[in-house]
């Protein structure tokens, strides 16, 4: 048997040895190395992909932080460390598997200390050499070039033309991806189709609570034959705030995609027993008893001052903590501000119905949680920050947005618990 020592220095130029390193990648990542954490792969994907293509100026710490991350571009990476943590937890996974029996003759991924560019490494090959098997070479064997014969003189190998084996390469690559992406991504549903699984799932329609106000005492009324002129009648008209009806529009129409029925009650008309039939979404916190209700014993929940000119979101488990306020003498004032929103998707302890939260301080954070819910590359982002298995738990977001003259900004998750 030929034994061949570790070449270091090779990169694999071709698109048969790329192949070669993307399918170690992934038997790496299938380990229990890796395979328990969304982290670690995906931040090695990423790194070996761009290294692979020729683009190593992506592989910076920022831009890691922005691309796999979804850190803002100017966050501070003196503060936040999760390139360099994550980076050094792949390391020693990497040199864990590597010291396992059974690893030598493999071709070797390694993550230099200090730099974020891969490196790879095969056995018996340097820089610019094709691969080739170790066999076990019989007494009367006769090798010429590539070609081993037992028993016969060697003859001129019959050469493939690159543009050949690229093509070949092409039709294996994509039909290896025709059977792996479909089951792939059975096995892995995007995230707003696991959030609203459970309401999915229910054979009831889901019920739809809104904060209403009892505003107005009477009523202008148009005569049909002559539409200029109006009659004032004496009315109790209950109202519903514009920018609540934005979430509950985009809301039942992701549901409706999902074949789901819906209908919509006033808050102050809803009951325990309305709740109790099947799920619910509450949309509004401060003008919303129900929703106050739901979040009030959850570790994010709202508060507000006395005056009621200032209102937050507070962390049970640090009271004294004020990132997450609004300023409402600035908030008419200005009309620029920051606005704070909870989203939160649980089993209410008092119906035992699914529940979804909407809710923001200011109405610009409502509509902020409403686009935050239907939108499946913000709501991916759970994916990114919230522990394994929360799917299956209860779940509790921070939403921030910036508001610009009382048009709310895209909604970023800025804290997220899970229970």
Known sequence: MLAHPLAEG????????????????EKLLSTSHFNSSRRYP??????????????????????????????????????????????????????QYYQ???????????????????????????DGQAAEKVVALPAN??????????????????????????????????????????????????????????FVASSEPVLFCIADQNQYSSIKLRDAADPQKETTLTDTLTTVVIDDVSPL???AGLLRTYGKTYHAQPEVTTSLTDLRRGPSVFIGAFDNGWTLRLTGPLRFHFANDP????????????????????????????????????????IDPNSDQYAVVAAGIGRGGTVAAGEFLVDASRMDEISRVAPKGWDRKNIE???????????????????????
């Open 249 to 251: 529009i985009n809301i």
């Open 141 to 198: 064997a006769v090798v010429y070039g590539h070609q081993t014969l037992a028993g016969e003189h060697p003859r001129a190998q019959r050469k493939i033309p690159p543009s050949s084996r690229l093509i070949v390469f092409c039709v294996i690559v994509a039909a290896l991806l025709a059977v792996s992406v479909p089951a792939w991504r059975s096995l892995h549903p995007p995230v707003i189709k696991t959030f609203w699984a459970p």
């Open 10 to 25: 090779w990169f694999p130029t071709t698109p048969a040895d790329q192949a070669l390193v993307q399918q170690q990648l």
């Open 100 to 126: 396992e029996a059974g690893h030598d003759a493999e071709i070797r991924i390694s993550l230099p200390s200090g730099s974020y560019v891969p490196q790879f490494s095969h056995p018996g090959k340097t």
């Open 42 to 95: 995906s931040f090695l994907r990423f790194v070996v992909h761009n290294a692979l293509t020729g683009q190593t100026d992506l592989l910076k710490e920022r831009i890691l932080g922005v691309e796999i991350f979804r850190r803002h571009a100017d966050y501070d990476t003196a503060t936040d460390p999760i390139v360099r943590v994550t980076a050094a937890e792949i390391r020693k996974r990497i040199e």
């Open 307 to 346: 005056e009621m000119m200032h209102f937050w979101i507070e962390d049970r488990s640090n009271p004294a903590k004020r990132d997450w306020v609004l300023d409402r003498g600035v908030q008419q004032r200005t009309g620029t501000y920051k606005d704070y929103a909870i989203v939160a998707r649980m």
């Open 397 to 419: 977001v921070i939403l921030e947005t910036q508001i610009i003259e009382g048009r709310s900004g895209p909604p970023r998750i800025a804290a997220v618990h899970v229970w």
